[in-house]
């Protein structure tokens, strides 16, 4: 059984900070890439963020140097970083992996109000 669970979110202010955090069951974890998506609303989902199975990271232009991903393989977890936050990173974030994306998680909201 395949299973991602994210949470973290929550209402901040602009220029704030929040630590999202996905728990992955089901996978060998450590062999995958993982990545963080976000859907706006009346907006399709959008990749935002990338993770190496060795560490490399990736990130869409609108978040550079705002966003950080990373990893903790011993806990199957996979952590986003957002700080000085804009009203619209406004979305629900979502986790997967890759090669091979499994189903969707139900996401955690990201409220950020100006």
């Known amino acids: 059984q395949v299973q991602l669970v994210e949470s973290g979110g929550g209402l901040v202010q602009a220029g704030g900070s929040l630590r999202l955090s996905c728990a992955a069951s089901g996978i060998i974890f450590s062999l995958k890439a993982m990545g963080w998506y976000r859907q706006a609303p009346g907006k399709q989902r959008e990749w935002v963020a990338g993770i190496s199975s060795g560490g490399s990271t990736n990130y869409v232009e609108s978040v550079s140097g705002r966003f950080t991903i990373s990893r903790d393989n011993a806990k199957n977890t996979v952590y986003l970083q957002m700080n000085n936050l804009k009203p619209e990173d406004t979305a629900v974030y979502y986790c997967?992996?890759?090669?091979?994306?499994?189903?969707w998680g139900q996401g955690t909201q990201v409220t950020v109000s100006s």
């Open positions: 997967n992996c890759y090669p091979g994306l499994v189903n």
